[in-house]
């Protein structure tokens, strides 16, 4: 990195150029998802029951196709200033998004443990109090999620036995792409252009705001807004959590598997209301087993969670403390926290226009 320019300009520097590649990325990713948007309607009948599973699936392979090979664009295009910014042991971006999809025998088990713990110590108690202490956001994200997408979330008004069928395979499928999309690419290469928690802002920040903006959504106007904050303040503090540790194990299936399966047990609570029944039934069936597994969990794998809580704090702490690197003052420390915030939020319109 350059030393001669002004820490705000170094600031600006990187996330300018961060945005232009995400721009590239966002671009790849709009074209590729033109194949199940435009020419699936003509080889399925959108009234099929495996049009929308089959819809779902090709987005998430197309975006774990297209962000490799738009990160090789982007690459060649921007050398220079990756030379300038980056640095110089940064090996291909497109190997380094790919690497954490990589899965050994020797991790395995850990990976399933991380996203098991990700799962019933923070998924899950997150959900479960929500609905728990507002009753009235289980009827909010029923109608929010049941109106979105353009009529691909007509399952959950089919019987159960089609439901089961597609809410397992349409979630591991919106797991692939959210986690894909803003872990796998907009932290960990966030992470390359400046610290890493500047990426972890940034792009937590732009996920929550995803969930906010259903808010715009006309069904959503019947709700008092404080329905869409929550979803949005829930979904930014999961996705700091998710992406530090994507970050600090370059791992992305604890991820994935955490979001797959709690999308799977939310979706269930939203069947089951859309269907007449009391959140009673998921609360003794389903969340308190896997509040009671958690504090198991908790309890066993304690030093671990010690461990990692530790150094979270201390990265959280320093991310408030002025960047040595760039050799910032205290007024531009806060600059920069304002600009992650200012260019999550770019980040957030880029996508709605773009995807």
């Known amino acids: ?70 990160l090789y664009l982007a ?119 400046f610290n890493k928690m500047s990426a972890v802002i940034i792009t937590s920040f732009f996920f929550g705001l995803g969930h906010f903006a259903y808010i715009f959504n006309p069904s959503s106007s019947g709700f008092p807004i404080i329905f869409p904050i929550i979803w949005f303040l829930q979904t930014f503090l999961v996705g700091i959590i998710l992406a530090m540790v994507v970050l600090r194990r370059h791992w992305i299936f604890p991820v994935i598997f955490a979001h797959t399966i709690n999308n799977i047990i939310s979706s269930h609570s939203i069947w089951n209301y859309i269907n007449g029944f009391d959140f009673s039934f998921m609360t003794f069936y389903v969340y308190i087993p896997l509040l009671i597994i958690g504090v198991i969990l908790f309890i066993w794998q304690f030093s671990r969670i010690k461990e990692s809580l530790s150094i979270g704090w201390k990265e959280f702490k320093k991310y408030f403390a002025r960047d040595e690197n760039i050799g910032e003052n205290s007024l531009e420390t806060v600059v920069r926290i304002m600009m992650d915030f200012l260019f999550g939020l770019i980040i957030f319109f880029v996508g709605v226009i773009i995807l």
């Open 1 to 70: 990195m350059g030393r001669l320019e002004s820490p705000l300009k170094t600031i600006l520097r990187q996330r300018f150029y961060y945005l232009f590649e995400a721009l590239i990325i966002f671009f790849g990713i709009f074209i590729f998802m033109l194949i199940p948007t435009f020419l699936l309607p003509f080889l399925i009948d959108s009234n099929s029951v495996i049009f929308e599973p089959l819809y779902y699936l090709l987005r998430a392979a197309s975006i774990v196709v297209t962000i490799p090979l738009f």
């Open 75 to 193: 690459n060649f295009i921007m050398e220079k200033q990756r030379k300038i910014l980056i640095l110089e042991e940064d090996i291909s971006p497109s190997r380094n998004f790919l690497n954490l999809f990589k899965i050994t025998k020797s991790n395995f088990k850990f990976q399933l443990l991380y996203g098991i713990l990700l799962l019933v110590l923070i998924f899950i108690p997150l959900d479960f109090l929500t609905y728990l202490l507002v009753p009235e956001m289980l009827s909010y994200a029923s109608t929010a999620v049941e109106s979105a997408g353009a009529g691909y979330n007509s399952y959950f008004t089919e019987n159960y036995s089609i439901f089961l069928l597609s809410v397992v395979l349409i979630s591991l499928c919106v797991g692939i792409y959210e986690e894909s999309l803003t872990r796998g690419f907009l932290t960990n290469r966030g992470s390359d252009y």
